[in-house]
């Protein structure tokens, strides 16, 4: 399937964003605004490419006139096979305000096959995606739980803040 046929969304219809599932081209767009966040840990483009080609189906950008604004990376968790574990969500300050986050969201809760939740973990002092996590739960009616998951001693990395785990679900 073409991200011209059926993968190509937008939502809602008079929107000026376009979200679909990333392609090997996507992957230095989506390096990019995760680096022009400044919020989010940085990967190397390489691992950006890689996703954008291994975990497509798990994952979302969005467009707007035909420039990637903004990315949700997830995969699906091997020991929880109902479960997108999403990794990264990233908008351009440009594009913020606009409810693309949560818009894409709802777009992999939609169209990934199986899915019934969702898990991600977000330090504590990043409000906005707390924000983002507490309003999608609401929006779909489901329990949010936060546990402890990576704390402080588990990075080798001075300085990390712990992370903690958001569940979602069942949805």
């Known amino acids: 399937m073409t991200a011209d046929s059926e993968q ?34 940085l990967n190397t483009s390489y691992a950006y490419l890689l996703w954008a080609r291994d975990f497509a189906r798990t994952s979302v950008v969005a467009e707007r006139d035909g420039r990637v604004v903004g990315f949700v990376s997830g995969y699906i968790r091997p020991e929880a096979p109902h479960t997108l574990m999403v990794w990264q969500v990233a908008v351009d300050a440009d594009q913020r305000g606009h409810g693309l986050a949560g818009r894409m969201l709802t777009h992999l809760a939609d169209t990934v096959p199986g899915m019934t939740s969702l898990e991600t973990t977000i330090t504590d002092d990043n409000e906005a995606s707390r924000a983002l996590f507490a309003r999608f739960a609401r929006t779909r009616g489901a329990d949010h739980e936060e546990l402890d998951l990576f704390v402080r001693e588990h990075f080798p990395d001075e300085g990390h803040e712990p992370e903690v785990l958001h569940r979602i679900g069942p949805f």
């Open 8 to 41: 190509a969304h937008s939502a809602p219809e008079d929107s000026p964003f376009v979200l679909r599932e990333p392609t090997i081209d996507d992957g230095g767009a989506m390096w990019r605004v995760a680096r022009d966040s400044q919020t989010l840990d």
